[in-house]
């Protein structure tokens, strides 16, 4: 399983968000992927990647979304494969917040586009614009997929796990949600045909003329952080910084409160 080879970098990074590796006695277990039946076509692509044998077998069941819920499952037995995927970063038995980007060379769009077609969406929102997102428990692999988007489009996320459930949802839109699709979304890859139909439609949208676009948020510093607490108001400090005074005062009431940490002395 090369992981530069664009196909197993895919499938890869689809395993690692949405399969299961089960440890069972001995040398037996078993690594599973089940997907809404609708989707069955990349699992018989994952079973032509793989030389070994396994089986796609279909169920419908009652689940707490809906009273029938019509599913395919991708099962392979074989030790060899298991300790390969293992290896290259497939946790046995629970795994969402300990999966990360692999240690090994990879083919990084292409693991992107299947951690995001596993557990992320692609598409438009109720209002109309382009949007990419990501739905994870895994700290590592949110900051990867910051990482990257920042590189590609320019936008920053600052990741935060939601109170609920500890997860992180991390969300693009508009151009920056088209740049993303259409890296990820190449033509010809390897992704669920449903996502990469979504995909290649963001590129028709266009930013209406009276849209504004935001400016980029300017990150607060540690250095500046010092300058606001020694000027101690914040008139003074956005004198100084360059800053808005009803920025300062944020700023100065998070640090004052604990909402952020206190800046160290040599940064």
């Known amino acids: 399983m090369d992981l530069e080879v664009p196909?197993?970098?895919?499938?890869?990074?689809?395993?690692?968000?949405?399969?299961?590796?089960?440890?069972?006695?001995?040398?037996?277990?078993?690594?599973?992927?089940?997907?809404?039946?609708?989707?069955?076509?990349?699992?018989?692509?994952?079973?032509?990647?793989?030389?070994?044998?396994?089986?796609?077998?279909?169920?419908?069941?009652?689940?707490?979304?809906?009273?029938?819920?019509?599913?395919?499952?991708?099962?392979?037995?074989?030790?060899?494969?298991?300790?390969?995927?293992?290896?290259?970063?497939?946790?046995?038995?629970?795994?969402?917040?300990?999966?990360?980007?692999p240690r090994v060379e990879f083919s990084r769009r292409d693991y992107l586009r299947g951690v995001i077609d596993a557990d992320g969406s692609v598409g438009y929102t109720s209002q109309g614009f382009p949007f990419v997102s990501l739905t994870t428990a895994s700290t590592a692999l949110g900051v990867y997929l910051c990482r990257y988007a920042r590189m590609l489009t320019g936008a920053e996320r600052l990741i935060k796990r939601n109170a609920r459930d500890e997860i992180y949802n991390i969300v693009y839109t508009k151009e920056a949600a088209m740049g993303l699709a259409a890296d990820l979304y190449y033509p010809g890859c390897l992704a669920l045909e449903r996502k990469q139909t979504a995909a290649a439609t963001l590129g028709a949208w266009i930013r209406?003329?009276?849209?504004?676009?935001?400016?980029?948020?300017?990150?607060?510093?540690?250095?500046?952080?010092?300058?606001?607490?020694?000027?101690?108001?914040?008139?003074?400090?956005?004198?100084?910084?360059?800053?808005?005074?009803?920025?300062?005062?944020?700023?100065?009431?998070?640090?004052?409160?604990?909402?952020?940490?206190?800046?160290?002395?040599?940064?």
């Not at 108001?233 to 009431?253: D, F, Y």
Request: aromatic letters at 8%; one cysteine or more.
């Open 7 to 101: 196909e197993y970098a895919y499938m890869f990074g689809f395993l690692q968000a949405d399969g299961h590796l089960k440890q069972g006695t001995g040398q037996k277990g078993r690594l599973s992927v089940e997907i809404n039946v609708r989707d069955i076509a990349i699992l018989r692509e994952f079973q032509r990647l793989t030389p070994y044998n396994s089986t796609i077998s279909e169920r419908t069941r009652s689940t707490n979304f809906a009273e029938s819920h019509h599913s395919a499952t991708w099962s392979l037995c074989s030790l060899e494969a298991r300790t390969t995927i293992n290896q290259l970063g497939l946790p046995y038995g629970r795994k969402s917040k300990k999966i990360a980007p």
């Open 208 to 267: 209406p003329a009276d849209m504004k676009i935001a400016p980029e948020r300017r990150r607060w510093k540690q250095w500046e952080d010092r300058i606001l607490l020694e000027q101690g108001t914040p008139k003074a400090a956005a004198a100084a910084l360059g800053r808005t005074v009803q920025s300062c005062n944020l700023r100065l009431w998070r640090l004052r409160n604990g909402k952020v940490p206190m800046p160290t002395s040599d940064q």
